[in-house]
């Protein structure tokens, strides 16, 4: 019973990376002109129309695309994504996300004088460089 059990299970659980392969190759080979369509929204996401948008770059993955394009002179990166990794509908989002509001942004941050660096081992935390005449005197022959 233990090793019938055992083979179902490792039966399941190679059905199941054989279904998990195959959704992961269709993200990447599947022609979704509406995901283009939806990338391209996104990037003329509050542009007055008409909105001329100019496709520089694309980048396809198993786990999604990338579009790089330029609206009204400005380079704008959207990345489309599944829901669920490879399962539901793409969404699609500009990246990196939109910088923080200029009120959240202006918030003070503490920083040290120091460096972010560690201290050598085995020494001060600043060595200098010696001077050149410290060294050994020159001969003067």
């Known amino acids: 019973m233990g090793r019938v059990l055992g083979q179902s299970f490792g039966f ?13 190759v269709n993200n990447y080979a599947a022609e979704e002109p509406e995901v283009d369509a939806m990338a391209r929204a ?13 496709l520089i770059g694309y980048v396809r993955s198993s786990l999604g695309r990338s579009f790089q394009l330029i609206v009204r002179g400005k380079d704008i990166s959207v990345r489309c994504r599944r829901e669920h990794i490879v399962l539901g509908d793409y969404r699609c989002t500009r990246w990196p996300p939109a910088a923080l509001p200029a009120a959240v942004s202006s918030i003070p941050v503490a920083t040290s004088a120091g460096s972010a660096l560690p201290a050598p081992r085995g020494g001060s935390a600043k060595r200098g460089v010696p001077p050149p005449s410290a060294g050994k005197p020159e001969s003067k022959l």
Not at 42 to 54: I, S
């Open 12 to 24: 399941l659980l190679w059905l199941v990376g054989l279904g998990l392969m195959l959704a992961l």
């Open 42 to 54: 996104q990037a003329c996401e509050g542009v007055q129309a008409p909105c001329d948008e100019l």
